[in-house]
């Protein structure tokens, strides 16, 4: 859900979407991002340079998540603003 939500941002290479992300691995981050690439849901493109860049964005069925994931981050809010 997190890296959706980073991606429905715009797109990221892959060293902006790990320091975004606190408490994920290098190895589980690169391992959510190929689940999510083999659903669909995430786009990977290699440019051809040396070192190689890999940019990550959302594909339109990755987009169409947007109203689900709104969702649930205006409900978490409500939720820590009641608990307080």
């Not at 290098?26 to 689940?35: A, C, D």
């Amino acid at each position: 859900m997190v890296i959706v939500w980073s991606l429905l941002q715009g797109t990221k290479r892959f060293s902006d979407l790990c320091r975004s992300m606190s408490g994920i691995t290098q190895k589980m981050l690169t391992q959510q991002l190929r689940e999510l690439e083999q659903d669909g849901i995430v786009f990977r493109k290699v440019y051809p340079q040396v070192p190689p860049k890999v940019e990550y964005s959302i594909t339109p069925l990755g987009r169409s998540l947007k109203p689900v994931v709104n969702a649930i981050h205006h409900w978490g809010l409500k939720r820590t603003e009641n608990s307080f």
